[in-house]
């Protein structure tokens, strides 16, 4: 288990997404979970992100994931 918390930038390079990505992702709702410290402060936990990639694994193009 890896619960540390990344940064925006760090969880976008695990991700290869930009941080801009991340940032519109939270504000249109969040399919990537991140943990909310403080009134500014936004992290992501490594195990979240490892769930999140697992979870988008396709059999093909067409594959909408259901």
Known sequence: ???SLLTTHEAAAVL?????FLERD???GARIPFV???ARA???????LNTYINS????????LGE
């Not at 936004?42 to 979240?48: C, E």
């Not at 988008?56 to 193009?61: D, F, L």
């Open 26 to 28: 939270r504000w249109a």
């Open 36 to 38: 909310k410290i403080g």
């Open 56 to 63: 988008q694994v396709r059999q093909s193009t067409s594959d």
């Open 16 to 20: 290869g997404v930009s941080k801009a």
């Open 42 to 48: 936004v992290r992501y936990r490594a195990d979240d």
């Open 1 to 3: 288990m890896n619960n």
